[in-house]
T-cell receptor, first 115, second 111 residues
Framework: EAGVAQSPRYKIIEKRQSVAFWCNPI?????LYWYQQILGQGPKLLIQFQNNGVVDDSQLPKDRFSAERLKGVDSTLKIQPAKLEDSAVYLC?????????????FGPGTRLLVL | GENVEQHPSTLSVQEGDSAVIKCTYS??????FPWYKQELGKGPQLIIDIRSNVGEKKDQRIAVTLNKTAKHFSLHITETQPEDSAVYFCAAMGSWGKLQFGAGTQVVVTP
């Protein structure tokens, strides 16, 4: 079974530029998550989708971050404009469904460096 | 919201020895506690999990214990091997279905 796919793997941009990340979850997984992992810290949830609807985006900085999951499969996360503090690894994860005990499977992440 | 604290931040062990990582959580409603292993350049990978109706769970060299009264849970790795070297994260999930991660433990196993 193929895992969670993410691209690009690395991205270097200057502050105030925009950037987009793509995620393809495990086939059949209804729930998709985007996490931000700053160096030396654990992942922090940015947004959670159930199919193509948003379940939780309380930690998403909506003035600069946006995400969508059209058709309930692939998802994109965008940052515009980027700030220095956005330098982090952006992890996508998916699970079969939403609920306590649902195993979340992570992709390899996109490493973003904002200069 | 939930707050998860993890200790130690780094752990060096000799190959063959045991490693123990401890986590505490704040929300008594949390009832699912997974442990993830993250190798350099990769995403976190689930290695073991435990639910609140179980006090201990074991899978080969890895075991997890949960004390709901004290609100802490621990990961035990026995007979450590060099391939166990990685960053380990504990996490807690409450009824809202949101995972809160600890800050991670860098485990180094020296031959």
């Amino acid at each position: 079974e193929a895992g969670v796919a993410q691209s690009p793997r690395y991205k270097i941009i200057e502050k105030r530029q925009s950037v987009a990340f793509w995620c393809n979850p495990i086939s059949g997984h209804a729930t998709l998550y985007w996490y931000q992992q700053i160096l030396g810290q654990g992942p922090k949830l940015l947004i959670q989708f159930q199919n193509n609807g948003v379940v939780d985006d309380s930690q998403l900085p909506k003035d600069r971050f946006s995400a969508e999951r059209l058709k309930g499969v692939d998802s994109t996360l965008k940052i515009q404009p980027a700030k220095l503090e956005d330098s982090a690894v952006y992890l996508c994860a998916s699970s079969l469904d939403t609920g306590v005990g649902e195993t979340q499977y992570f992709g390899p992440g996109t490493r973003l460096l904002v200069l | 919201g939930e707050n998860v604290e993890q200790h130690p931040s780094t752990l060096s062990v000799q190959e063959g020895d045991s490693a123990v990582i401890k986590c505490t959580y704040s929300d008594s409603a949390s009832n699912y506690f997974p442990w993830y292993k993250q190798e350099l350049g990769k995403g976190p990978q689930l290695i073991i999990d435990i639910r609140s109706n179980v006090g201990e769970k074991k899978d080969q060299r890895i075991a997890v214990t949960l004390n709901k009264t004290a609100k802490h849970f621990s990961l035990h790795i026995t007979e450590t091997q060099p391939e166990d070297s990685a960053v380990y994260f504990c996490a807690a999930m409450g009824s809202w279905g949101k995972l809160q991660f600890g800050a991670g433990t860098q485990v180094v196993v020296t031959p």
